[in-house]
């Protein structure tokens, strides 16, 4: 369907600029005495040309583009720029008897730049202020959830504690481990569109993707077979918008549930649309034990460290210890005590000392 009326727009398009380009050669010719016909006819055949290949860009994409944004944009600013506009056209209307009374031009253009300026002003503080906007769409959204349980009988949403699944965090095979815990009480609910994703990893001609992508499909399977929690596919799909993560997004603002993800980019992008994370990473970090300066910890030393004498071990939960003097020690295992506790990005790092 949307070929077919790119198609269409680009005939239109090529037609009106046949007209468009064909009476400025015709102007041309005049202009220069010289033959009207040829002239006419370049101009046509240019401004055929022009509109095969233009119309697109100034039609059906922008439009497309619009619908994405839209699609992916948090509703509290989609209605802080409706308002905005909306007030800014009432302020710009208030101020248009005043200034068509000027001479002209002015009683001409200045409405006009009036409106736009209004309009731009009321956009930009309304979205700046957009987080105040969210305890209007609650009350907004109850109405026909109401309605709608007065109709069927039953006011319960099946994706009310859904948790969305992300590729990353379905390869990563964690997900199965702490499922097994009872932490989870939720239904994992895994798009299409993620199956799709995963499968075409492991499709993939590189052997890192393919057992990357086949690794996922397993845990898929684990979860299905042996997790107490129960795990569903879905066919719901967000069509305005073409990547994984933008659909996952949509999706999970749509059904107004968390997404459990390890990808850091993802992570920031639905935060900043207000979409609730759940990073395995982050979970992983928070239980691990705590060290204080002080404690003893027995440690097997595997390889040298950064620093010169620096020798490197690793806890059961995988916490990374830096022996000081302890390079000689390696694959040795020893009592160290701690000196002081690091939390970075990357994890948690003990410094200890023999």
Same mark, same amino acid.
């Not at 202020?129 to 009350?139: A, C, F, V, Y």
């Not at 020893?334 to 690091?342: D, G, P, S, Y």
């Given at each position: 369907m949307n070929l077919s009326i790119e198609f269409f727009l680009r005939l239109a398009g090529a037609f009106v600029g046949a007209i468009i380009l064909g009476f400025a050669g015709n102007t041309v010719a005049k202009l220069l005495q010289a033959p009207i016909i040829a002239y006419t006819s370049i101009f046509s055949l240019l401004g055929v040309l022009g509109g095969l290949i233009l119309t697109p860009y100034f039609t059906v994409r922008p439009v497309r583009r619009l619908r994405q944004n839209i699609a992916v944009m948090p509703a509290e600013r989609l209605l802080a720029i409706i308002v905005g506009i909306f007030l800014g056209l009432i302020a710009a209307a208030l101020f248009a008897l005043p200034l068509s009374l000027l001479p002209p031009p002015f009683r001409q253009i200045?409405? $006009?730049?009036?409106?736009?300026? =209004?309009? %731009?002003? #009321?956009?930009?503080?309304f979205t700046m202020?957009?987080? &105040?906007? !969210?305890? $209007?769409?609650? #009350?907004m959204r109850t109405a026909p959830t109401t309605a709608q349980a007065a109709n069927n009988g039953s006011d319960h949403d099946p =994706?009310? &504690?859904?948790? +969305? +699944? &992300? *590729?990353?965090v379905i390869i990563d095979g964690r997900i199965t481990d702490i499922s097994k815990t009872g932490f989870i009480r939720s239904t994992l609910l895994v798009p299409n569109f993620i199956l799709l994703e995963l499968q075409h $990893?492991?499709?993939s001609s590189d052997t890192l993707r393919r057992n990357r992508g086949r690794r996922g499909l397993d845990v898929l399977g684990i979860l299905r077979n042996e997790a107490p929690v129960p795990i569903k596919i879905t066919d719901m799909d967000v069509t305005e918008v073409k990547d994984a993560d933008s659909k996952l997004v949509a999706l999970a603002r749509h059904l107004k549930c968390p997404i459990m993800t390890? &990808? %850091?980019n993802l992570n920031r992008v639905a935060d900043l649309q207000g979409v609730s994370v759940l990073n395995i990473n982050d979970l992983a970090n928070a239980v691990k034990a705590a060290y204080l300066p002080g404690e003893t910890l027995r440690v097997e030393i595997i390889q040298e460290g950064k620093e010169m004498g620096q020798g490197v071990g690793y806890l059961e939960d995988g916490t990374m210890v830096v022996v000081e003097d302890? @390079?000689? %020690? $390696?694959? @040795? *295992?020893?009592?160290?005590?701690?000196?002081?506790? +690091?939390?970075? *990005?990357?994890? !948690?790092m003990v410094f200890a000392r023999h």
């Open positions: 200045l409405p $006009i730049l009036t409106a736009f300026f =209004f309009c %731009y002003v #009321s956009v930009v503080l202020r957009q987080n &105040d906007l !969210r305890g $209007i769409l609650p #009350s =994706f009310a &504690d859904a948790v +969305l +699944l &992300d *590729t990353s $990893i492991a499709d390890n &990808d %850091y302890g @390079r000689s %020690y $390696i694959d @040795r *295992t020893l009592e160290v005590t701690v000196t002081k506790v +690091l939390q970075t *990005t990357a994890g !948690r």
